[in-house]
């Protein structure tokens, strides 16, 4: 089975090239992950970079975009990959070296935000005694967002991330920012739907759904950023 | 390779080229117990630094499925003492009863606190946080099934991990994210003063100078062919602690999970069975009634993992092989798996292709926790031995989380005390520490020379290790490789110091290892890059996963009883006239002492040691 791989060492090559890789077809088994194979093809050659860590769809480390669609490498089978198998990094980022890439911006995107839970004013002591209650239903409500792992995928895959990193919030940015929207136990809800309240951090989404078909944990953040907009219309009425 | 590359890797080894920073702390590794520790460090007026080698929320506290213990009694009564003579028995006795009921103490409140910094637990109808029954577990000292574990559906690690890393972010912490520490660093009065990091993206090495470390590396099943770590739980503090002359406590103490996806390892949580999951055998059997009459399926983790690969070496496994059992979960109701286990269906879903709402799935015991670690007392306090063999703290050097060993999990740990363990104790270390660093001036510290050979020494080996040119054909090839190395490690490490071990196993795994020794002294690397140098950081875990393999080997070898997780075929009793005692690997000659377990509680009465049954 082959693979084309992007490669760049950014202190060798002075351009980025792809390479041509190949597996047995024997070592290729049905139930093989690409993590597992690009971990055979490392052994062929040990330079060959990407990040990877918990192997099973959780720490959201292994982004990457095979035959033009952002995956995690470690829940996508082989065999359902059409030969060769054209591996690059995720779309939009700079490079730092392979297909791993620079995604500081993707994360300050995440920090504007604030993605934390404000509960009580900032000098109130909170009450240990007690949890905030929250109704199984108000809890569902989290359902959707709150299980994101910061891969990536999606906002790599929005045009509208692509052109302006820096100034539009972006799908995982945003729907992380509707699930402290929606938190029952939230008290800036009003502040929160301001600061978003805005042409470029949340309105440069142009509804390309980009973002929910290539989420691997199966999230929504277009949805999300369409309830958003429509809370934010909803607050100007009352 | 150009000339300009040898100049740049040979800046790694020289000091001189070094990025310098000062800190009053630093914290390596941003699990759940460092990223707690953080935070409550970010409260005081101290700099504080975490150093993570990968970012943040991709630390594999993210894993964690079932939930976090604690006696909160939302769904039946409860109260922590329970909590804490489940625990001391589920550690076989060998777990210290001061921590332990320190730990069990704190449980309720920072669960809650927890649930203030924005978790987004599971709730009951009355709306309050959501519990469900672990292994384990019992009301009134063992008379019934307790509700303890207090869940956020089945991925509460990943709600915790991304709660407290939020809150860091409003804490305004500072980060060195993508930060390979590679060695502790001593002044040259033998005081902790420091660490060596590699900033990965760039390759640069840089020296954080610190009056305190504290140590948060995770676990290092990774020593292991078939386990639920990821591929960073390398244990990597854990050795560096071996490398600066102090010992690692009970090494001997590896948790099999009962239900690893079988001959793959990702975990199926014990809440498939706390939810009323069944182990099969190839029967159809539900056999665990034979091994824990009374709680069956619920019993403590070395109890079932036992009674697994008992159930497969006798032949009653299923399968062509016969090598594996089944989790049964096709006799509970769709919408409660979809509710309560949607993260562990997927994880069947995806790489066995099977549905457990109709479908049960193949398990096998899977390494997947270390009990044993660094040794510390109940503040964090790392303990060395005095000369006299008295425990004694080691100034300016904490451990928490896994790779720490308090020791609340003994022989045994307790499924849900691992993810309370991490915040109970990453927020003690944090409080001694704030307390300690009030009372010295920064200057006191930042002052003495450092003592930098050894580090040095090893970042040359591992920059002169890179194949210079392809080796000459007259020359026989060595072909060998860390990637090779290291799964001949894991495979002996499986076979020789798995569920069961012999006096035999454990001789044979010791030469075994000498010989891997041998092989990675010698390993040449390909990757001369600085940039993302995967191959060089494996080569340095690989190193750090050796040295826990000679303290695993050896301190098993010496224990010649069987306790917890801990099963000798050739002593199979529990023998605590001899062995109610921790073990002290030094990596120095391999040597062990020993230290007695504490049986005095803080406010209560011990629970002496009894016969364990479920
Ligand atoms: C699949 C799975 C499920 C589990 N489920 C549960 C559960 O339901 N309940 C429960 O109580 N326990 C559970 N556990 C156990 C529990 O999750 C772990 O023991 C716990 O999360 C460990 O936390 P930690 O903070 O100590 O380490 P980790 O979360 O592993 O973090 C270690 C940190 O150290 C950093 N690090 C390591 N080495 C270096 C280095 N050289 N340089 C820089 N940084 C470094 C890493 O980057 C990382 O940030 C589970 C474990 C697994 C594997
Ligand atoms: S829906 Fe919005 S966020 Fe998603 S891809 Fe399209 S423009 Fe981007
Ligand atoms: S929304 Fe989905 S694709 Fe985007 S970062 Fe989160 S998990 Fe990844
Ligand atoms: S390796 Fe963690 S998500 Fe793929």
């Known amino acids: 089975m082959q693979f084309s791989i992007y490669r760049y060492q950014p202190q060798t090559d002075a351009e980025p090239f792809m390479q041509t890789f190949e597996l047995d077809e024997a070592q290729v088994t049905d139930d093989m992950m690409l993590l597992g194979a690009l971990e055979l093809l490392r052994e062929q050659d040990p330079t060959l970079t990407f990040r990877s860590s918990c192997k099973e769809g959780v720490c959201g480390s292994d982004g990457m975009n095979v035959n033009g669609q952002n995956v995690l490498s470690c829940i996508t089978r082989v065999r359902t990959l059409k030969a060769p198998v054209v591996i690059r990094p995720m779309p939009g980022l700079p490079v730092i070296r392979d297909l791993v890439i620079d995604m500081d911006l993707f994360y300050q995107q995440y920090e504007a935000v604030d993605p934390y839970l404000q509960p009580t004013q900032p000098n109130q002591t909170i009450d240990l005694d007690h949890e905030l209650l929250q109704s199984p239903e108000e809890r569902e409500r989290l359902d959707g967002s709150y299980e994101c792992i910061l891969c990536g995928c999606c906002a790599t895959s929005c045009p509208s991330f692509w052109w302006n990193p820096d100034q539009f919030h972006g799908p995982a940015a945003l729907l992380a920012a509707r699930r402290f929207v929606v938190d029952s136990r939230d008290i800036t809800t009003?502040?929160?739907?301001?600061?978003?309240?805005?042409?470029?951090?949340?309105?440069?989404?142009?509804?390309?759904?980009?973002?929910?078909?290539?989420?691997?944990?199966?999230?929504?953040?277009?949805?999300?950023?369409?309830?958003?907009k429509s809370l934010m219309l909803k607050k100007q009425v009352d | 390779m150009t000339t300009q590359t040898d100049n740049e890797s040979s800046r790694l080894s020289d000091p001189g080229q070094w990025d310098l920073y000062h800190f009053d702390a630093v914290i390596v590794g941003a699990g759940g117990a460092g990223l707690r520790s953080a935070l409550q460090l970010a409260q005081s007026e101290q700099k504080v630094a975490v150093v993570s080698k990968v970012f943040p929320t991709r630390s594999h506290t993210v894993a964690a499925q079932g939930g976090i213990n604690a006696a909160l009694g939302n769904v039946s009564d409860d109260n922590w003492h329970w909590h804490m003579y489940d625990t001391v028995k589920g550690s076989d006795y060998l777990g210290d009863q001061d921590a332990i009921e320190f730990m069990c103490r704190e449980a309720t409140e920072i669960v809650r606190e927890l649930e203030h910094f924005g978790v987004p637990f599971s709730r009951t109808d009355a709306g309050k946080i959501y519990q469900r029954p672990f292994g384990g577990q019992s009301q009134d000292f063992g008379a019934s099934q307790a509700t303890r574990t207090c869940a956020a559906a089945d991925r509460t690690g990943h709600a915790i991990l991304h709660t407290l890393y939020q809150q860091n972010l409003r804490a305004g912490t500072t980060f060195f994210n993508e930060a390979f520490a590679i060695d502790l660093v001593k002044d040259t009065t033998g005081q902790i003063a420091g660490l060596v990091i590699l900033d990965i993206a760039s390759g640069e090495t840089r020296l954080l100078r610190a009056r305190s470390v504290v140590l948060a590396t995770g676990g290092a099943c990774q020593l292991f062919e078939t386990n639920t770590n990821a591929k960073i739980n390398t244990g990597d503090g854990l050795s560096m602690v071996l490398r600066a002359g102090l010992p690692l406590q009970d090494m001997e103490f590896w948790q099999f999970h009962p239900t690893g996806v079988a001959g793959k390892g990702m975990l199926l949580s014990e809440a498939a069975r706390g939810e009323g999951g069944l182990l099969?055998?190839?029967?159809?059997?539900?056999?665990?009634?034979?091994?824990?009459?009374?709680?069956?399926?619920?019993?403590?983790?070395?109890?079932?993992?036992?009674?697994?690969?008992?159930?497969?070496k006798e032949g009653r496994g299923c399968g062509l092989k016969k090598d594996h059992v089944l989790l049964d979960l096709t006799h509970l109701d769709e919408e409660v798996i979809k509710k309560r286990l949607p993260g562990i269906r997927d994880i069947a879903l995806t790489f066995l292709g099977?549905?457990?709402?109709?479908?049960p799935i193949p398990v096998y015991p899977t390494a997947h926790y270390m009990m044993g670690g660094i040794p510390t007392n109940f503040h964090g306090q790392v303990l060395t031995q005095t000369a006299a063999g008295e425990p004694t703290p080691v100034d300016g050097l904490y451990a928490i989380g896994e790779c720490a060993c308090v020791s609340v999990h003994g022989a045994n740990r307790l499924g849900g005390n691992s993810l309370l363990d991490i915040v109970v104790f990453g927020r003690a270390a944090a409080r001694h520490l704030q307390a300690t660093l009030a009372e010295h001036k920064a200057s006191?510290?930042?002052?003495?020379?450092?003592?930098l050979t050894p580090v040095v020494q090893r970042l040359a080996h591992w920059t002169q290790a890179v194949q210079a040119e392809k080796p000459d054909a007259n020359e026989p090839s060595d072909d060998d490789s860390i990637a090779a190395i290291r799964r001949d490690l894991q495979a002996v490490m499986q076979r020789d110091c798995g569920v069961f071990r012999t006096e035999q196993t454990l001789s044979e795994l010791c030469d075994t290892l000498n010989n891997l020794q041998q092989r990675l002294h010698r390993v040449t690397l390909q990757d001369a890059g600085l940039a993302f140098n995967l191959e060089r950081l494996e080569a340095m875990e690989l190193e750090?996963?050796?040295t826990l393999a000679f303290a695993t080997a050896h301190s098993a070898r010496a224990r010649t009883e069987s306790r917890g997780a801990h099963s000798r075929m050739d002593y199979p009793e529990r023998n605590d006239q001899a062995w109610l005692k921790h073990s002290l690997y030094f990596r120095q000659d391999h040597a062990l002492t020993y230290k007695p377990v504490n049986l005095t509680p803080l406010t209560v009465d011990g629970f002496e040691p009894k016969a364990r049954v479920y």
């Open chain 2, 444 to 451: 006191d510290f930042f002052d003495p020379e450092l003592e």
């Open chain 1, 190 to 228: 009003r502040d929160r739907l301001e600061k978003l309240d805005d042409v470029y951090k949340t309105f440069r989404c142009r509804n390309i759904q980009n973002c929910t078909a290539s989420c691997p944990k199966g999230l929504n953040p277009s949805q999300a950023i369409n309830e958003l």
């Open chain 2, 280 to 312: 099969r055998n190839g029967d159809g059997k539900a056999f665990m009634v034979d091994y824990a009459p009374n709680v069956k399926d619920l019993a403590s983790r070395d109890v079932v993992a036992r009674a697994i690969a008992v159930e497969v």
């Open chain 2, 354 to 359: 099977l549905d457990m709402c109709d479908s």
């Open chain 2, 544 to 546: 750090n996963l050796m």
